[in-house]
């Protein structure tokens, strides 16, 4: 039950964190759509007064308050007012639509201004009318903004290294052995006036899953932990260690550069990066899942804790990709389980998602 609770706490995370980014998107699409329909109606508003003021001019000839000399300067002076005002107004909207695009290249909030940004933490809206807002905030825009904050999700195949034995030796299966890591990291700019180096750090929790092979499980014999057969036909045989960590990684990567009179960025969108480095912590969690039949019932057994495994859990880590996403791979130093004869450590490869 855990386990479904955990996929479908990340697959509603995943749908959130991808509403957002296509929110964001959508923001800055809908307001250059809305500028592009103004230019055009920027020119049937100044063609229609152009011909109102046109109309009172031949009014005026008419009652003759103005000779036909006249008239015509007149005519030809608001002709050029009201084209002069259509190319500076669409000016306007051509400089905001590429201001707005400039944005969206470096991932800029497209509801910034120039010196605040502006947030509604939640709107209730009935029938198109807003019932309930909640307190706007205003921070100042920092001008040099060097950290940033990303949710992060990493999943992929688990398994152990075990002393004197290769992987391809593995008791455990490696499609059905798999880890999730769910955390959120920081990411500093090392140097001043480079963005090359960054230290990536923060906090997660890693759920490393190992599937005995041959109908095996875990049992402690003789204060040693050590696979052994099952009495009956196991459908499922799973063992799972919960660790809370705290990475901390070197990144490395180009980025892009850009400045303004109040403030300078540097975007990692589109960029490759890389990084090195490891993670140490704590474990919060072991458990073992077995599901047979029994005299014709199904049976579900969930054994947790005691299996001598290590408290305390470091290891190295690095992931390298294309914008927010990147392989991964980690290898625990600690040994799984504490006073095992033959030390396993648990290792795995995946996918790693930085949702910035």
Same mark, same amino acid.
């Given at each position: ?29 809908? !307001?250059? +759509? ?5 230019? $055009?109606?920027?020119?049937? =508003?100044?063609? &229609?007064?152009? *011909? /109102? ?49 400039? !944005?969206? +290249? ?5 509801? $910034?201004?120039?010196?605040? =940004?502006?947030? &509604?933490?939640? *709107? /209730? ?232």
């Amino acid at each position: 039950m855990r386990t479904i609770t955990t996929y479908f706490l990340i697959f509603l995370l995943g749908l959130f964190t991808q509403s957002i980014m296509a929110q964001e998107k959508d923001h800055y699409q809908k !307001k250059i +759509e809305i500028l592009e329909s103004l230019k $055009e109606k920027i020119t049937v =508003s100044e063609k &229609e007064s152009l *011909k /109102i003021e046109i109309e009172n001019i031949n009014e005026r000839l008419k009652d003759n308050a103005i000779s036909s000399e006249e008239a015509k300067i007149l005519k030809e002076d608001a002709a050029k007012k009201h084209a002069l005002n259509i190319e500076n107004r669409i000016a306007i909207c051509d400089n905001k639509i590429a201001l707005l695009k400039r !944005k969206e +290249e470096v991932g800029v909030d497209p509801n $910034e201004d120039d010196h605040f =940004s502006q947030y &509604e933490i939640f *709107k /209730i809206n009935v029938n198109g009318e807003n019932i309930l807002t909640s307190h706007k905030r205003k921070e100042e825009l920092k001008y040099d903004r060097r950290t940033y904050t990303d949710p992060v999700i990493a999943f992929g195949i688990n398994n152990a290294i075990i002393d004197g034995q290769s992987l391809e030796d593995s008791p455990y299966k490696v499609g059905g052995s798999r880890f999730i890591e769910l955390g959120w990291a920081w990411r500093t700019r090392v140097f001043k006036n480079s963005n090359a180096l960054r230290l990536n750090y923060g906090v997660s929790f890693q759920f490393n899953g190992l599937k005995p092979k041959d109908n095996q499980y875990f049992v402690v014999e003789d204060g040693q932990t050590v696979l052994q057969e099952f009495d009956f036909d196991l459908k499922k045989s799973k063992f799972r260690m919960d660790n809370l960590v705290f990475p901390v990684h070197f990144e490395f990567g180009p980025s892009k550069f850009s400045e303004t009179e109040r403030r300078i960025r540097y975007s990692i969108r589109k960029q490759f990066r890389f990084g090195i480095g490891g993670y140490g912590g704590f474990n919060i969690g072991t458990r073992q899942k077995l599901k047979y039949d029994r005299e014709g019932r199904n049976v579900k057994d969930k054994l947790k804790g005691g299996y001598d495994t290590s408290s305390f859990v470091y290891g190295l880590s690095a992931y390298a990709g294309f914008d927010g996403v990147q392989l991964y791979a980690k290898y625990d130093l600690n040994p799984i389980f504490k006073d095992a004869a033959v030390e396993q450590r648990n290792i795995s490869l995946g996918v790693r998602f930085d949702l910035d």
